[in-house]
């Protein structure tokens, strides 16, 4: 099973200062159109050329729209390279729109 972050963890988890990364695994144009803030944009095509972007000596969350894109990332990163310091955000943006932050727009 995949680790799971619910939007109001990791919000919790923000609001508490934790040193996270978050990695957006969306498109170019999702992403200029909605995100959460402090997120580095790596589309999921990209991650095998760009995955020494990924830290490994903090917890990583990975986003996309509704979480299946970054379960992918997720998945694709243990298997590959071995991290296991990655969270998939649940719900991806769309949840943290509704449970966080509703300025951040739903498409």
Not at 67 to 86: D, E, I, K, P, Y
Request: hydrophobic share 35%; net charge negative; charged share 25%.
């Amino acid at each position: 099973m995949l680790p799971d972050l619910t939007p109001t963890d990791l919000h919790a988890r923000q609001q508490r200062g934790e040193n996270l990364q978050l990695i957006d695994v969306r498109e170019p144009m999702e992403y200029d159109y909605c995100r959460i803030e402090g997120s580095h944009l790596i589309p999921l095509g990209e991650l095998p050329r760009r995955a020494a972007e990924i830290a490994t000596d903090r917890p990583v969350v990975l986003i996309c729209h509704h979480g299946v894109r970054s379960m992918q990332a997720l998945a694709f990163l243990q298997h590959r390279h071995g991290l296991s310091n990655l969270l998939n955000l649940k719900g991806g943006i769309d949840a943290w729109s509704r449970e966080v932050d509703p300025e951040v727009p739903v498409y």
